[in-house]
T-cell receptor
Framework: DTGVSQNPRHKITKRGQNVTFRCDPI?????LYWYRQTLGQGPEFLTY????????KSRLLSDRFSAERPKGSFSTLEIQRTEQGDSAMYLC?????????FGQGTRLTVV | AQKVTQAQTEISVVEKEDVTLDCVYE???????LFWYKQPPSGELVFLIR??????QNEISGRYSWNFQKSTSSFNFTITASQVVDSAVYFC???????????????FGKGTLLTVNP
């Protein structure tokens, strides 16, 4: 399968715990994006990587959030000290040109 | 600032009916891209189409067609002879070339839930 892969698909965590999600983009894609989607809303941009460089972060990305893309391949998104408001679907997308291709997302539930 | 409005929250049709999903956008850039994505219950966003701001030619792909009108800032999507498998949330999105011309981050509308009943 050559699509965007995200793991885990679902994560339930207790408030205050740290969580980490992984995204494996389409192999030749140099651009990688993270989005967050809450119920009944469209996805909202969180951050953008070109190769290994994180070039833009949204104001939505608080200090508790950090993303990395070592060696310009897979990416991780970590949320520290999770809050109930962090419950959402976290989507990863990659692109070579203008159109982005999305993974199936990681659904986070903070209890 | 970019904005995408999908005024139709939910649409319900009977199979074989035609249905049009509306999308209106706002941008100050002269170069931008418009997209439609489909999100079935499984959750994955499926890319359907991209148009750039310099190409107003309408496009047809099978039962799908898109009408891009810059004069009204609209990019509407029509499904002809709808089928049950078309049931999904459909998102319209806008992208501008960001700083350095490489960040094509998407601004999405809130989506339209299409239900096609047998």
């Amino acid at each position: 399968d050559t699509g965007v892969s995200q793991n885990p698909r679902h994560k339930i965590t207790k408030r205050g715990q740290n969580v980490t999600f992984r995204c494996d983009p389409i192999s030749e894609h140099n651009r990688l994006y993270w989005y967050r989607q809450t119920l009944g809303q469209g996805p909202e941009f969180l951050t953008y990587f070109q190769n290994e460089a994180q070039l833009e972060k949204s104001r939505l990305l608080s200090d508790r959030f950090s993303a990395e893309r070592p060696k310009g391949s897979f990416s991780t998104l970590e949320i520290q000290r999770t809050e109930q408001g962090d419950s959402a679907m976290y989507l990863c997308a990659s692109s070579l040109r203008t159109e982005a291709f999305f993974g199936q997302g990681t659904r986070l539930t903070v209890v | 600032a970019q904005k995408v409005t999908q005024a139709q929250t939910e649409i319900s049709v009977v199979e074989k009916e035609d249905v049009t999903l509306d999308c209106v956008y706002e941008t100050r850039d002269t170069t931008y891209y418009l997209f439609w994505y489909k999100q079935p219950p499984s959750g994955e966003l499926v890319f359907l189409i991209r148009r750039n701001s310099f190409d107003e030619q309408n496009e047809i792909s099978g039962r799908y067609s898109w009408n891009f009108q810059k004069s009204t800032s609209s990019f509407n999507f029509t499904i002809t002879a709808s089928q049950v498998v078309d049931s999904a949330v459909y998102f319209c999105a806008l992208s501008e070339a960001g700083s350095g011309g490489s960040n094509y981050k998407l601004t999405f509308g809130k989506g339209t839930l299409l239900t096609v009943n047998p």
